[in-house]
């Protein structure tokens, strides 16, 4: 069966947007005419072409989504409010037959064959927000593999209800679409973010069962006292999307034990359609540090300087490696890349890490997120963790001999800067310091590094 037909193949009640509930037959017909109307009664004929669609939390956008499905065109999805630049970028790197928006009319662009790898169903960018040149290349099978696994380790069921809390177009937010529709369960379509009024309106009028939400989704839902809150229908949350402070992981395993809600903290990426690992939710509260086990069907690897898996050794830190369906098929740089063959099904995730002797994983850093100082190799995300251990919240970036760091409070800045110089023997000419009151974040929720990089340059200057 295709993805369209595994997504669809339901009765009842699919999606509640603009205060109309719309049915699974209703996506169904709807869907197939769009296609129809787009590409002519046979859209498969004229060969498979490549759309950009941009997307939001709508029906229009889940139509266009649906519909470039069942006409099995490949899709480069990226979001509705993506600068016009990103996009331009797009359209000239890609060259894609067909620009979708969800309030425009579709514009053709040329009816002219591109190389596309047979298997290739979706393009996405890696930090699901930005028109970055690097895109991730996904088949059907790594979707339905992802969102069947998702289905399992949540034990979902068809009477469960999502909120759209997280963008169409990021990995995460997508993988809550498919795993709801794949099971027969339903969406509340809501463009509306945690900080606007309709979002917990979404909350209050309709039974959610499932809220989602990255590290920066908690730090709102925290503002705005969620967990004062009764929520009668609510049964599952969940986290991913980067780090959760274990304090805070503890706090809200806690709670949801006392609700009754089964809070799970999960760890993935993109270049494995969303999902790699689960921490069980009874196992929380003990174990707030911890990204939990391989989702059903994949595997975690401890692997060598070259990628190659090695013997599992307990406490030894290594880099992270996954094998899964759910494996991307590869990346795309450039549009012949769009026919490239399918990469082996083992992913090198760039994260540091361990399992410990309960055979439970552990991330301790990022590859990427070391720089060298004086011929010395920095770990920032031990320095983040080392300076929190001190009181101080701050934030690391930079790259090799220009340390970065942004601090919460003015008055913290002397006292980070003194101990940089004093207490870890760094020379002042290879950091900066400054207070910075709002990080930068993409659309997903996540730190923007080289936005917040600039914002402390500037700052220093």
Not at 256 to 262: L, N, P, W
Not at 276 to 298: R, T, V
Not at 373 to 381: A, E, F, K, M, N
Not at 422 to 439: D, N
């Amino acid at each position: 069966m295709t993805l369209w037909q595994r997504l669809l193949a339901h009765d009842g009640v699919a999606v509640y947007a603009d205060q109309q509930s719309v049915s699974y037959a209703r996506l169904r017909t709807q869907s197939q005419a769009l296609a129809a109307q787009l590409w002519g009664p046979s859209p498969q004929a004229a060969g498979r072409q490549l759309v950009l669609l941009q997307a939001d939390n709508s029906l229009p956008s889940l139509l266009n989504y649906l519909a470039c499905l069942w006409a099995g065109h490949a899709i480069l999805l990226v979001n509705a409010d993506l600068p016009a630049a990103s996009v331009e970028a797009l359209l000239q790197q890609y060259d894609p037959h067909l620009w979708l928006r969800p309030a425009a009319a579709p514009l053709p662009r040329h009816a002219r064959p591109l190389p596309l790898l047979p298997e290739l169903a979706l393009l996405l960018t890696t930090s699901g927000s930005t028109g970055g040149a690097k895109l991730v290349r996904l088949s059907e099978q790594n979707l339905i593999a992802n969102a069947e696994s998702i289905v399992t380790y949540l034990e979902m069921a068809a009477d469960h209800l999502a909120l759209t809390a997280l963008p169409f177009a990021y990995s995460y937010g997508l993988s809550v679409i498919h795993s709801h529709l794949l099971c027969g369960a339903g969406l509340v379509l809501t463009n509306d973010g945690p900080l606007q009024r309709g979002f917990w309106e979404c909350l209050k009028r309709y039974p959610v069962t499932q809220l989602t939400g990255v590290p920066y989704s908690y730090q709102i839902y925290e503002q705005l006292r969620l967990r004062r809150q009764v929520w009668p229908h609510l049964r599952i949350l969940t986290q991913a999307g980067g780090r959760l402070a274990a304090e805070r992981v503890r706090e809200y395993a806690l709670w949801c034990r006392e609700q009754g809600i089964r809070f799970y903290v999960m760890y993935g990426q993109t270049e494995a359609t969303a999902r790699i690992s689960y921490l069980p939710p009874e196992l929380a509260a003990e174990h707030p540090d911890s990204i939990g086990q391989a989702i059903p069907g994949g595997e975690l690897l401890l692997l060598d300087d070259a990628g190659v898996p090695q013997p599992l050794a307990y406490g030894v830190e290594a880099e992270l490696g996954y094998r899964g369906p759910n494996v991307m098929l590869g990346y795309a740089e450039s549009q012949a890349d769009l026919a490239a063959p399918a990469m082996p099904p083992l992913l090198r995730t760039g994260d540091l890490g361990y399992c410990s002797a309960d055979g439970l994983w552990h991330i301790t850093g990022r590859l990427k997120r070391q720089i060298k100082l004086s011929g010395v190799r920095w770990q920032l995300d031990s320095l983040e963790r080392q300076c929190r251990d001190l009181g101080w919240e701050l934030v690391a970036c930079g790259q090799d001999q220009a340390l970065r760091i942004a601090c919460s409070a003015a008055d913290e800045v002397a006292t980070v800067s003194d101990y940089l110089q004093q207490q870890l023997g760094l020379h002042p000419s290879l950091f900066r310091v400054a207070a910075i009151q709002a990080l930068p974040r993409t659309a997903a929720g996540k730190l923007d590094y080289p936005a917040l990089q600039r914002q402390i340059e500037e700052a220093c200057a």
